[in-house]
């Protein structure tokens, strides 16, 4: 993953989730702390912490690694959920015969 001029191995799993979290956090919202593991070279796992918000932009990329891909399925599933929190849903009211739009979020 390339973010803030950087680079940093994850796993496939929660490199999804993130690119995810950022697709769908509101320009409304501020930025979050999310910690996710990274990996060395060797497959040690280190931990990554990004400030993410609506501004983020990241770069998710296969890479192939030396290793067996560590077990992150928790992790990708917190930052879904959290990703699912920011999510807008859009409603409509209409007064005067103008509908404006409005968004909540949950």
Do not use: C
């Amino acid at each position: 993953m390339s973010y803030a001029g950087g680079t940093f191995v994850t796993s496939d799993e929660v490199a999804d989730a993130l690119v995810h979290f950022v697709a769908t956090v509101p320009r409304n919202r501020r930025n979050q702390v999310v910690v996710v593991p990274g990996f060395s070279t060797e497959g040690e796992s280190t931990p990554v912490t990004l400030v993410l918000g609506p501004a983020s932009q990241i770069l998710s990329q296969h890479e192939a690694v030396s290793y067996a891909e560590p077990e992150t399925h928790n992790v990708a599933d917190e930052v879904r959920r959290q990703a699912s929190s920011h999510e807008n849903t859009a409603r409509i009211e209409s007064a005067n015969g103008k509908a404006s739009l409005d968004y909540d979020v949950f």
